[in-house]
């Protein structure tokens, strides 16, 4: 059992040094870029009140797929979400290993859990590039279902923990600039990398309020038993709205998340892991 164990640790050290790794992260964080691009622009037109789509990642393929070649555009962000899944589980199975102990645990089960966002975002593109995105169910119906698994409330309301501490995480990496580290050195020089900072402090700090809020609304359906009020970003993205100057708190909210996706393409190009 021990030598399998170093066969498959060797097999993900190899796959983490390779070139093709890099070639593939830098195609997947382009289309994430697009992805985050595209939800900027639907959270706008709900600020803007004309809105005609959700502003979540399923909302964004739909718009993809409507513009010429767009089920051909729709495919490549799949194809390359699912490249950044890959990624995610090679540095999950055999990554940090400038870490020890603890600190090496930790960083891999958080790649796992990038892996799984990652593919959320792939499985939504993969079901509009298939047609079949009008037959998925709701995410209220994904919580009603873990509700009624036993101790279902509290895994809930867990998850909704999680999403929170996530986006106090984004939060924290924004303003203590620790998204730098995704740079190279000639990524953060000059003018340019100046811009390419900036996208990264008002991206991920709009990436971590929409979170906070999603963890929220996780953590409300959990506790009160209702699994109508949880709900993904397009939903926390309305409870925004609600709130007083709503539309231009999330107007800037909007605009956060669009420097997020200009980051995905800094960070494809000046790519440092």
């Not at 718009?63 to 995610?88: D, E, I, N």
């Not at 996530?166 to 340019?192: C, I, M, P, S």
Request: aromatic letters at 8%.
């Amino acid at each position: 059992m021990g030598d399998v164990s170093q066969q498959v640790e060797d097999l993900g050290r190899n796959a983490d040094n390779s070139d093709w790794l890099d070639r593939a992260i830098r195609i997947g964080l382009v289309t994430y870029g697009v992805v985050n691009l595209l939800i900027a622009w639907l959270a706008l037109q709900l600020a803007l009140g004309e809105s005609s789509g959700k502003a979540s990642s399923t909302g964004a393929m739909h718009q993809l797929a409507q513009q010429p070649l767009g089920g051909v555009l729709v495919w490549v962000v799949a194809v390359g979400m699912f490249l950044l899944v890959v990624w995610r589980l090679v540095e999950a199975a055999a990554g940090h290993r400038d870490v020890d102990g603890t600190d090496r645990i930790r960083k891999r089960l958080v790649s796992l859990g990038k892996a799984v966002m990652y593919a959320v975002v792939g499985y939504s593109a993969l079901k509009v590039a298939i047609n079949a995105g009008s037959k998925s169910g709701s995410g209220s119906d994904t919580t009603a279902t873990i509700m009624g698994w036993p101790g279902g409330q509290w895994i809930v309301a867990l998850i909704g923990l999680a999403a929170m501490a996530y986006g106090v995480n984004l939060v924290r990496r924004a303003w203590t600039e620790k998204f730098r580290e995704h740079l190279t050195g000639e990524g953060q020089g000059g003018d340019a990398g100046q811009a390419y900072i900036w996208f990264g402090k008002a991206g991920y700090s709009a990436k971590g309020v929409a979170f906070l809020v999603i963890g929220g609304l996780f953590v409300y359906a959990g506790v009160t038993h209702e699994a109508k009020k949880a709900g993904g970003l397009d939903d926390a993205l309305h409870k925004v709205l609600q709130q007083p100057f709503g539309p231009v708190l999330l107007g800037l909210i909007a605009v956060g998340i669009g420097c997020y996706g200009l980051f995905c393409f800094a960070r494809a190009r000046h790519l440092s892991r």
